[in-house]
């Protein structure tokens, strides 16, 4: 399985401790509601030149912050969803006021965070492993940077869907909190789609 840890947190969590974060489709980057990159997407990542690498982080980092920054809301929304839950853990158990307004803390201060990107790309790493993924791409990696690109604008779908559907505040009731218990042990993965599914069976040993 993909370590969606790496690449993308918790949708919980990050609505509650960060901000993040829509894009033209006509080129590179952080111009279109699809990713893409001026990189030659036939390479192979096993192959890839240090500076290929850099650019397509660079390109990938500009793309998921405007791409993120236009789901904010859900976004923080979720977080806020997550902060009452936990709220509602407490005991003595808290009034309903109280958790309503735990809500509402969460989302204010995750609107006002600043924006940035899911990847570090002061952290990284040349040649052949490119950011976000757990081990070097090896020698026998079919996989190219298309099947990056693909890869990478499915997580960004998945992610911004996972964090969907959260209740506004201020609707937040008893039967919503009792229905939808927080899991303070751990949070349910990303369920990936077929694109990433893809590239980890061309290299399984970059996701070990």
């Known amino acids: 399985m993909i370590r969606c840890s790496r690449m993308f947190l918790s949708v919980t969590w990050l609505g509650s401790m960060?901000?993040?974060?829509?894009?033209?489709?006509?080129?590179?980057?952080?111009?279109?509601?699809?990713?893409?990159?001026?990189?030659?997407?036939?390479?192979?990542?096993?192959?890839?030149?240090?500076?290929?690498?850099?650019?397509?982080?660079?390109?990938?980092?500009?793309?998921?912050?405007?791409?993120?920054?236009?789901?904010?809301?859900?976004?923080c929304a979720s977080g806020g969803w997550w902060a009452a839950q936990y709220a509602d853990t407490t005991y003595p158990p808290l009034p309903l006021s109280e958790i309503r307004a735990a809500c509402t803390s969460s989302y204010d201060e995750c609107m006002k965070a600043e924006v940035v990107p899911l990847i570090d790309c002061a952290g990284a790493p040349a040649g052949q492993k490119l950011p976000a993924w757990n081990e070097p791409f090896s020698s026998t990696c079919p996989a190219t940077v298309a099947d990056a690109v693909a890869c990478h604008n499915e997580l960004i779908d998945v992610y911004i869907a996972a964090s969907s559907g959260a209740p506004e505040c201020s609707a937040i009731d008893s039967s919503a909190l009792a229905a939808h218990p927080l899991e303070?042990?751990?949070?349910?993965?990303?369920?990936?789609?077929?694109a990433c599914q893809n590239l980890q069976d061309k290299c399984p040993d970059a996701f070990n």
């Open 184 to 194: 303070l042990d751990g949070y349910e993965p990303l369920v990936l789609g077929a």
């Open 18 to 75: 960060i901000a993040c974060g829509g894009v033209a489709d006509d080129g590179p980057g952080a111009s279109g509601t699809k990713f893409r990159s001026s990189v030659v997407q036939t390479k192979l990542l096993s192959a890839l030149p240090a500076e290929d690498a850099a650019s397509y982080c660079k390109e990938l980092a500009d793309w998921e912050t405007q791409r993120l920054t236009a789901a904010r809301p859900e976004l």
